[in-house]
T-cell receptor, first 113, second 111 residues
Framework: DVKVTQSSRYLVKRTGEKVFLECVQD?????MFWYRQDPGLGLRLIYF???????EKGDIPEGYSVSREKKERFSLILESASTNQTSMYLC????????????FGDGTRLSIL | DAKTTQPPSMDCAEGRAANLPCNHS???????VYWYRQIHSQGPQYIIH???NNETNEMASLIITEDRKSSTLILPHATLRDTAVYYC????????????FGKGTTLSVSS
């Protein structure tokens, strides 16, 4: 079974803090993704990575950066947290190749106070 | 990606089969049908996907009509733990593109 593990289920931070969200997958997948999920807005892609040290912006990259130093690990960084970044953050991974499904972690519910 | 239409909610008795429909009348020839579900406060869970043939795995079966304009996800013996929002997604098989979830179907399984 594919396992995507996010480091925290719940996190509370203050505005202006630098926040790190970590994601690890154990299936040697090439692709990794960071989404946020908000009521009424569905899933929105922040960044994805198709290889180590490679990254592509998604639909809403502003205020975020990512790091992928090892194949299994993909980190999302909130450079200076703001209250509008309060959300559920979801990490996913997929094998390379056509029609490969994305597999998700359980999410991190982040609150910025 | 083609648009999908799902009923907003369905009920199912525990132990019975749950049949969740999805309409995707504008699907193009190389778009796949994917099903995910999301249990409250958890991440989405991949269930199954297919192109035109029926598919079965340990979780569910996917029946796609011959004209590919609709499909049905079948949970053969629903349990209380199958209560979730089920999303039908139609998309091109492109790695590295975002999944777009619609409103889905809330399936409630009761004893």
């Amino acid at each position: 079974d594919v396992k995507v593990t996010q480091s925290s289920r719940y996190l509370v931070k203050r505005t202006g803090e630098k926040v790190f969200l970590e994601c690890v997958q154990d299936m040697d997948h090439e692709n990794m993704f960071w989404y946020r999920q908000d009521p009424g807005l569905g899933l929105r892609l922040i960044y994805f990575s198709y290889d180590v040290k490679m990254k592509e912006k998604g639909d809403i990259p502003e205020g975020y950066s990512v790091s992928r130093e090892k194949k299994e690990r993909f980190s999302l960084i909130l450079e200076s947290a703001s209250t509008n970044q309060t959300s559920m953050y979801l990490c996913a991974s997929s094998q390379d190749g056509v029609n490969q499904p994305q597999h998700f972690g359980d999410g991190t519910r982040l609150s910025i106070l | 990606d083609a648009k999908t239409t799902q009923p907003p909610s369905m009920d199912c008795a525990e132990g019975r089969a749950a049949n969740l429909p999805c309409n995707h009348s504008t699907i193009s020839g190389n778009e796949y049908v994917y099903w995910y579900r999301q249990i409250h406060s958890q991440g989405p869970q991949y269930i199954i996907h297919g192109l035109k043939n029926n598919e079965t795995n340990e979780m569910a079966s996917l029946i796609i009509t011959e004209d590919r304009k609709s499909s049905t996800l079948i949970l053969p013996h629903a349990t209380l733990r199958d209560t979730a929002v089920y999303y039908c997604i139609v998309r091109l098989p492109q790695a590295g593109t975002a999944l777009i979830f619609g409103k889905g179907t809330t399936l409630s399984v009761s004893s």
